[in-house]
C-alpha cells in the first residue's frame, strides 16, 4: 500500500521546482496522489477495510487543502499540476 522508494524519488524528480527541492506543494500533492491511487486499488478488493478507508479519506482531504493553497496562491501552477497528474478536481 506504500510507495517505494524508487517510485518516490521518481516523483520528486519530476514535480520538483529546482534541483534541491523534495518537499515543495507540487511534489507533496504527487506523493499523496500516488498513495491515493494505491489506497483505491487496496480498497476494491478489500472492500470492508474500515481503517484503509478512513486513512484515504484523511489523505484526499489533505490533498484537497494542498491543492486549495495552491489555487489560492498561484492558479497557472494549480492548472498545470492537476493536468500533469490527471486530477479531475
Known sequence: ?????????????????????????????AILTERIRNLTIHLKSHSKDHSTTRGL??????????????????????EDLIKKLGIRR
Open 1 to 29: 500500500m506504500s510507495i517505494t522508494l524508487e517510485k518516490k524519488q521518481s516523483l520528486i524528480s519530476n514535480f520538483k521546482r529546482s534541483d534541491k527541492d523534495t518537499g515543495s506543494i507540487e511534489v507533496q500533492v
Open 57 to 78: 479519506l484523511k489523505l484526499v482531504g489533505q490533498r484537497r487543502r494542498f491543492l486549495d493553497y495552491i489555487k489560492k496562491k498561484d492558479m497557472s501552477r494549480y
